[in-house]
C-alpha cells in the first residue's frame, strides 16, 4: 500500500522550531525527490524545499532560506522538513510530496498537516 504520512505540526511561538516527517512505503523511495508545499486558505499551494532522491540536492523557497532545512534519511524512508525562526506567515497547512526520478506522472502526497505560529 503507498502512503506518506506526516507528523510533526502543531502551534508554536514566533521564532520557535518545529520539525515534520514524512514516512513512505508501499514504492522505493530513494529514487522519488521529495518536495514540501505548504498552503494558506484562498491561495495555491507553494513549494517550500525540495531534495534530490540521494539528498545531495536541495533548494528552497525564498522566503525559508537559512530558516528551514529540508533532509532525508533514505534508510528510513522518512523525510523532514526542520522549521527554525518561524513566523506567523509560516502558518499554513502543510503537505510532503514524492514525485519519481523517472516518471513524473508517478507522485504521491502525505494527508498534510498544519502549522500555526502565533503567541
Known amino acids: 500500500q503507498v502512503q506518506l504520512v506526516q507528523t510533526g505540526g502543531g502551534l508554536v511561538q514566533p521564532g520557535g522550531s518545529l520539525r515534520l516527517s514524512c514516512a513512505a512505503g508501499g514504492f522505493t523511495f530513494r529514487n522519488y525527490v521529495i518536495n514540501w508545499y505548504r498552503q494558506t486558505p484562498g491561495k495555491e499551494r507553494e513549494l517550500v524545499a525540495t531534495t534530490s532522491p540521494g539528498g545531495d540536492i536541495t533548494n528552497y523557497e525564498d522566503s525559508v532560506k537559512v530558516r528551514f532545512t529540508i533532509s532525508r534519511d533514505n534508510a528510513k524512508n522518512t523525510a523532514y522538513l526542520q522549521m527554525n525562526s518561524l513566523k506567523p506567515e509560516d502558518t499554513a497547512v502543510y503537505y510532503c510530496?514524492?514525485?519519481?526520478?523517472?516518471?513524473?506522472?508517478?507522485?504521491?502526497w502525505g494527508q498534510g498537516t498544519q502549522v500555526t505560529v502565533s503567541s
Open positions: 510530496n514524492a514525485i519519481s526520478s523517472d516518471d513524473v506522472t508517478s507522485q504521491y
